[in-house]
């Protein structure tokens, strides 16, 4: 099956890695040049999301997944409702999962105010840290001292992965919900073929590190800048 995701940078990249368990083949966009999209409007959201599912679409994928919780919380139904190809969206497989559950959210301020999640509190500086490389250490302490003792925490963002090792040192007593990990057991789409075609809107020195850190197979990458704004 051929699989379309996308995301506003690398944070997709984790919702990647948990898919890559059941091969398929992927064709994955990050619009890194527009980073980050959790301060945009509804309205600058349904631009940017729809030349990259028009671009995913020429490539004949079977299925779009919205590896991104801010499109995911905004305008999922917006752009289930323009496009015929079945669409998915990073967060109604964990709120299933999190029925009867109590827990707490770190999440982008466009996804706080659309409400989707309990208990959430906006993180705006992680995704700009995550992104540029840069030591989170000082924001991950500000955001986490919010959080009661033994809690589940939801990264509400799908870079928040990438922080798991870093998040568990300052507070191991957290227990940390992947929305990557639930969707991946939710569609269980399995394939005996592997295949990883990654487009961005920027590639620079620092993504190739991005990516390697995240990603551990083979693939193939270029630079195909759709919405080029800034």
Not at 66 to 85: F, P, Q
Not at 86 to 98: A, C, G, K, R
Not at 132 to 159: F, M, Q, R, W
Not at 213 to 227: A, G, H, P, R, V
């Amino acid at each position: 099956m051929k699989i379309g995701i996308f995301d506003s940078g690398i944070g997709g990249l984790t919702v990647l890695k948990e898919l890559l368990k059941y091969k398929n083949e992927y064709y994955y966009y990050g619009d890194n040049i527009n980073i980050p999209y959790g301060t945009k409007t509804k309205h600058e959201l349904q631009i940017l999301a729809s030349k990259i599912i028009e671009f995913l679409i020429s490539k004949n994928v079977d299925m779009i997944i919205i590896a991104c919780g801010t499109i995911s919380s905004n305008i999922y139904e917006y752009l289930k409702n323009k496009y015929d190809i079945p669409i998915y969206d990073i967060i109604s497989p964990t709120l299933n999962y999190l029925k009867d559950k109590s827990y707490y959210t770190f999440a982008t301020p466009m996804t706080c105010r659309s409400k989707i999640f309990n208990n959430a509190i906006e993180c705006p500086l992680l995704v700009p840290l995550i992104e540029n490389g840069k030591n989170v250490t000082d924001a991950l302490k500000e955001y986490l001292n919010k959080i009661p003792t033994n809690s589940n925490l939801v990264l509400g963002c799908t870079h928040y992965p990438i922080l798991t090792h870093e998040i568990l040192n300052i507070r191991p007593d957290l227990n940390l919900i992947n929305m990557g990990k639930i969707l991946g057991e939710s569609l269980n789409l399995n394939s005996n073929k592997l295949k990883i075609r990654l487009y961005f809107s920027k590639v620079d020195i620092n993504l190739l590190d991005n990516i390697n850190k995240i990603i551990k197979y083979d693939y193939q990458l270029e630079e195909l800048c759709l919405n080029c704004q800034k």
